[in-house]
T-cell receptor, first 110, second 119 residues
């Protein structure tokens, strides 16, 4: 089983729709979780850190479910500019090291 | 967020030559930087962890003699791809942690990447 797994998509959604991605992780000792956004041929950029209590930033909501070992990202009122690949990132227990998922591609359609 | 620069952004070199990529943290000090490689349609793969003032820690399968890492100061790490071959063509990205920013402490800030093409 991969350390971090994501559905690669693509998720094609119309503007204004709500879309959610899940990411599962295998190491129950993982402590830190993040969502990054990567545009085509660009570097990843931190979107949100995921806290145990869940957190919200505007249209974006991140949740952590430790019992089932997954994190989620919910995007409300999708914009065309949200089109990107969303990377799930987990601290896999090693010192400072994190593991990236393969990413979920989102395409928001006019 | 914290700013990390990388230079060059794009380089084309001939097979057998060496290429040096620089990674700088511009507004913070980074005792640790990370080097990743990303092939098309694949995820980032950690190559090595660069520690200021000490030897880098390489991931399994990454040749330390081929990918030389030097972390000479708290704001600069370099990756040298020695005797490059076409299969080394990839997108190389560095990242750094800013311990004074972020709550979880593991957030990484990425440079813009270097696209290496070996002909």
């Amino acid at each position: 089983r991969k350390e971090v797994e994501q559905d690669p998509g693509p998720f094609n959604v119309p503007e204004g729709a709500t879309v959610a991605f899940n990411c599962t992780y295998s190491n129950s000792a993982s402590q830190s979780f993040f969502w990054y956004r990567q545009d085509c041929r660009k570097e990843p950029k931190l979107l949100m850190s995921v806290y145990s209590s869940g957190n919200e930033d505007g249209r974006f909501t991140a949740q952590l479910n430790r019992a089932s070992q997954y994190i989620s990202l919910l995007i409300r009122d999708s914009k065309l500019s949200d089109s990107a690949t969303y990377l799930c990132v987990v601290n896999s227990g090693g010192y400072q090291k994190v593991t990236f998922g393969t990413g979920t591609k989102l395409q928001v359609i006019p | 967020g914290a700013v990390v620069s990388q230079h060059p952004s794009r380089v084309i070199c001939k097979s057998g030559t060496s290429v040096k990529i620089e990674c700088r943290s511009l507004d913070f000090q980074a005792t640790t930087m990370f080097w990743y490689r990303q092939f098309p349609k694949q995820s980032l793969m950690l190559m090595a962890t660069s520690n200021e003032g000490s030897k880098a820690t390489y991931e399994q399968g990454v040749e330390k003699d081929k990918f030389l890492i030097n972390h000479a100061s708290l704001t600069l790490s370099t990756l040298t791809v020695t005797s490059a071959h076409p299969e080394d063509s990839s997108f190389y990205i560095c990242s750094a942690r800013d311990l004074d920013r972020g709550i979880l402490g593991d957030e990484q800030y990425f440079g813009p990447g270097t696209r290496l093409t070996v002909t």
